[in-house]
């Protein structure tokens, strides 16, 4: 017996002689032998990386936390759309620090998903209530992004004008991602003072703040109306506190409405994961990007939620997609809206009203010492008008303890937030040489701005105030999700692995999870020299000069990859190179981000064996060879098999003049045996949620890093607050900071060999569940000595032809059994692709196994007419409890065999909430929020 001693042995799940026996299986002597066989030798590393020496768990936490306390925790009154707020401690121990929520997967599978859709649906009917517009989604990635979103959308409408006019008093970091995202596209950004706005020919849309960035609150009712008889699109950006005591925008004539949800219950984790929020029109809602969460019903007549409009998502939609996002904040947005959930609309009130009060008492105190405060409505924000002092007054602050938004030389901004308290506004008017500010009642906003409708009148909002009720309402709704604590999930290309408790341990330190974005350089070291060491980590397991870590999801590393191909090309005259060659499996972000940056996508066909045609390849580099601006790869190939050709590829790109960007979603099957770098590639995105263990969240918070080659470090993105300013697609210098803490101690936990093992261990449990699984599904690709990659694509077509039972049948029924269906219809209709990961142990892995060996033979006896072609077990998966348990059983079939169809289940049972969801139905019938406390009371006495 060999013991578990280190973190890469708890980390990987075959161990010992149970990987010996899967090794035996399959035909192997050890796991090199086997990566030996599947990894092409020509693109194998020859020197292993080169990476710290593996640490204990103890010793990287310690480790960490000796990088982390150079960071300096202090006060923010910054503002400027971050700010400090209390997570309450049921939220952040039940949500946050709870795998039954941040292992899930993307709510795709709606039966065994229906908590997080509660949640998310209780995000959507916040957002549209705050709001006062028609629709909202779950979620963006933040306020930049979600504004830049906005634009497309009002874009989408196809009008005459190519300009958007931008308010100077917008947040900087939002103009500057909407420059980045705008300029592909040949739109222009004008930026000016609205009040002197008069609609020009061109213009379609404009965007304000409200309240704007530094502070003041304007009515903007009369300019909007004008705007919309000159057929411009109307978007704000703005502060969902704020909203809870003013006017809504809905209410003076907002189309969109964009945000962050960051200060409902999120911390500021150094700029980030929050969800970013979009509401909007009716009109619009076909078009808006992200996911939106709908109601429909099982065939019992049960409500239930579901993604509603999946028509919209790229995969289908593809270049002509407006939007590339995949991964959104679903775990942020959950918070949010827990948030919510637990302060009621009233406490909501109460702390907007608190936060308001301290502002205004401030203020006067401020003012009475003779320091002059930036005219107008106000809420949170003050600006303080202080010529040539603004150095003097910000030192004396931080002396006090406080940081202040440093604007020029002459101005201050002081944000106000749920966690300033009176001692905090004493002390920090005493920097100013002020008195203690006396107690502030009353709002500093005309009435004609206060929010006169109710909102959150809805039964989850009005409930679960007392903890006790909180806390069940949270575990009742965690119980319907299955999530990696319950089983495994195999999702082909998503690599669901392993999240371990000692690398999500430190997002609750308040050195990680309570520094704001634009802090002070001198209070962030620790975070700079924790990010920059993940940095030289991730250039190094890639092969690449450099790294960034700004983009916030892989959607967005694909987009600042191929910005920074773009203006590679620029930067050599070479304007003119606008073709993007997608091979024709390509994940459907892939066309997506390609379009958004001004491509024009053009697809490469693929042979019958799922691997790029090498002819079609040369003929179309041939075709446009002068224009060539990129080919968007992913390897190992969709289809889960590594391609021999790849080296070639990238050679006759380069030879044409083009750029090589490769997808690294597949990353898992590549750390330490080869990389894209080595393999020729010049720029790879990789999904830190994926390859690296930030758990999916149910769907975000993502990290979606790009790592290029030495030509095109000078065009990775940059931000106003570092070096280089250019090309900023996030709000925050890092993104999605916190969270990369994540992936830090995973890497510095497992070091070389432990990387290295944990890909061919990938490979091995793909192989394993491949060379079980054959006899009965046929494997759809193979590639050297018949082998695959991580991942293998089973062929449910050939049954489904026989027997009537479709791929979906097979991945519902899967959940009778306690299992997320693997990766469905992707990238090839009518299969599943499975990856199990190297976290699997043979004994998850058999069980899986014998979970599809056991449908199998659920479907043959349809083939051989001993079970109804209609009335059958997989036609009605899944079988909720009350089903199975009803008085009433008309199925030819028993109960028995529908509930329990392997001894396992006797032992624990998941069992799914819903009978399957009606489809069309939801949306037929699109309702994107949830029901008042009268309607739920109405249902209950009909
Ligand atoms: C997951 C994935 C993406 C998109 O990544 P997100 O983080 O969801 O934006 C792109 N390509 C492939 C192949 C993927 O599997």
Not at 196 to 205: D, R, S, W
Not at 440 to 459: E, H, I, M, V, Y
Not at 839 to 851: G, P
Not at 913 to 927: A, E, F, K, P, S
Request: hydrophobic share 40%; charged share 20%; aromatic share 8%.
């Amino acid at each position: 017996m060999s013991a578990r001693l280190d973190f890469r042995s708890r980390h990987i799940g075959p161990f010992g002689s149970e990987r010996e026996e899967m090794l035996r299986d399959i035909g192997y002597e050890s796991l090199s032998a086997l990566a030996d066989a599947a990894v092409p030798a020509g693109i194998r590393l020859d020197d292993s990386l080169n990476l710290p020496e593996p640490k204990s768990e103890q010793e990287a936490l310690t480790w960490l936390k000796s990088i982390m306390g150079k960071n300096q925790v202090v006060k923010s009154f910054i503002g400027q759309g971050y700010h400090g707020t209390h997570v309450p401690g049921v939220i952040q121990r039940n949500i946050l620090e709870n795998p039954g929520w941040y292992t899930a997967y993307t709510p795709y599978q709606a039966e065994i998903a229906q908590g997080r859709l509660e949640a998310l649906l209780n995000f959507q009917t916040m957002i549209t209530d705050l709001t006062g517009l028609d629709i909202a989604n779950a979620s963006l990635l933040d306020e930049g992004t979600a504004a830049a979103e906005a634009v497309t959308l009002a874009l989408s409408s196809k009008p005459k004008g190519k300009a958007i006019w931008v308010s100077d008093r917008c947040h900087p970091q939002t103009i500057d991602v909407l420059l980045t995202r705008t300029e592909p596209l040949g739109l222009e950004v004008i930026i000016g003072d609205w009040e002197k706005f008069e609609p020009t020919e061109g213009v379609f849309a404009a965007l304000v703040q409200y309240p704007d960035t530094r502070g003041r609150i304007d009515d903007f009712e009369a300019f909007f109306r004008k705007n919309t008889e000159n057929g411009i699109v109307n978007i704000v950006a703005a502060d969902v506190l704020a909203l809870t005591v003013l006017k809504a925008p809905g209410e003076f004539g907002a189309d969109i409405c964009v945000g962050s949800s960051q200060r409902f219950g999120v911390p500021m984790g150094f700029g980030g994961p929050h969800a970013g929020f979009m509401a909007c029109k009716d009109a619009l809602k076909r078009k808006m990007p992200g996911r939106i969460i709908g109601v429909s019903v099982d065939p019992y007549g049960k409500p239930g939620y579901r993604l509603a409009l999946q028509t919209r998502e790229q995969h289908i939609r593809r270049d002509k997609a407006t939007s590339n996002i995949c991964t959104a904040q679903v775990l942020l947005a959950v918070m949010a809206s827990m948030f919510a959930v637990y302060h009621g609309p009233e406490g909501l009130i109460h702390i907007a009203n608190e936060v308001h009060s301290k502002t205004a008492a401030l203020k006067a105190a401020l003012e009475k010492a003779g320091i002059a405060i930036e005219e107008g409505p106000f809420f949170d924000t003050l600006v303080a008008k202080v010529p040539g002092k603004a150095a003097t007054y910000l030192a004396a602050a931080l002396e006090a303890g406080f940081n202040l938004r440093s604007i020029d030389a002459d101005h201050l901004g002081i944000s106000c937030d749920e966690t300033t308290t009176l001692e905090e506004i004493a002390a920090l008017a005493a920097a100013f040489g002020a008195s203690a500010p006396e107690a502030s009642t009353g709002t500093a906003w005309p009435d004609s701005l206060s929010r006169n409708t109710p909102f959150l009148t809805q039964k989850a909002f009005n409930s679960y105030h007392s903890e006790t009720e909180m806390l069940r309402y949270l575990k009742r709704l965690e119980s319907r999700d299955l999530a990696l604590n319950e089983s495994m999930i195999a999702l082909g290309s998503c690599t669901m692995k392993l999240n371990a408790t000692s690398e999500m341990m430190p997002l609750s330190w308040p050195e990680v999870s309570s520094i704001h974005p634009f802090a002070p350089e001198a209070q962030t070291v620790g975070y700079r020299e924790m990010l920059s060491l993940l940095e030289d980590w991730l250039a190094e397991i890639t092969g690449f000069a450099a790294v960034s870590l700004q983009p916030n999801a892989g959607s967005q590393g694909e987009y600042a990859g191929l910005l920074a191909i773009r203006s590679y090309h620029k930067s050599r005259g070479d304007d003119h190179r606008n073709i993007c060659l997608i091979p024709v499996s390509a994940h459907g972000t892939n066309p997506a981000s390609a379009v958004m940056v001004g491509m024009k996508v053009v697809g490469v066909k693929c042979d019958e064996n799922g691997n790029i045609d090498m002819q079609d390849l040369a003929a179309l580099t041939e075709k446009h060879r002068d224009n060539l601006a990129a080919l968007m790869v992913t390897y190992p190939s969709t289809h889960g098999v590594f391609e021999e050709t790849i080296r070639s590829i990238c050679e006759i790109i380069h030879e044409a003049g083009g750029q090589v960007y490769m997808d690294g979603a597949n990353m898992n099957a590549q750390v330490g045996l080869t990389s894209p770098g080595f393999i020729g590639a010049d720029v790879c995105h990789l999904n830190l949620h994926k390859t690296f263990c930030i758990p999916h969240g149910g769907g975000g918070p993502g990290v979606g890093p790009i790592g290029v080659a030495s030509q095109l470090v000078p065009f990775l993105p940059g931000h106003a607050t570092l070096e280089n300013k250019a090309n900023a697609v996030c709000s925050a210098p890092w993104g999605s900071a916190s969270i990369n803490t994540i992936s830090w101690m995973y890497i510095a936990m497992m070091g070389t060999e432990g990387l290295t093992e944990a890909t061919q261990s990938a490979i091995l449990g793909a192989n394993y569940i491949a060379r079980r699984l054959a006899e009965f599904f046929p494997i759809l690709y193979t590639g050297n000595e018949g082998l695959v990659a991580h991942e293998c694509i089973i062929d449910v077509r050939p049954l489904s032809d026989q027997s009537g039972v479709t791929v979906e049948d097979v991945a519902k029924r899967l959940m009778d059994y306690g299992f997320h269906s693997p990766t469905m219809s992707w990238p090839v209709g009518g299969t599943l692709m499975i990856e199990p990961t190297e976290s699997e142990s043979k004994a998850e892995l058999d069980r899986f196994c014998d979970a599809m060996i056991s449908i199998h033979g659920e479907i043959t006896a349809i083939i051989r007419g001993e079970a109804d072609a209609n009335d059958n077990l997989l036609k009605n998966a899944p079988h909720p409890t009350e089903v199975i348990c009803g008085n009433e059983w008309t199925h030819v079939y028993t109960r028995e065999q529908a509930a329990f169809p392997l001894p396992y289940l006797r032992q624990h049972k998941f069992w799914p909430y819903l009978g399957r969801i009606d489809n069309v139905h939801g949306d037929r019938n699109l309702v994107c929020t949830c029901d008042t406390v009268e309607a739920y009371a109405a249902a209950a006495g009909a």
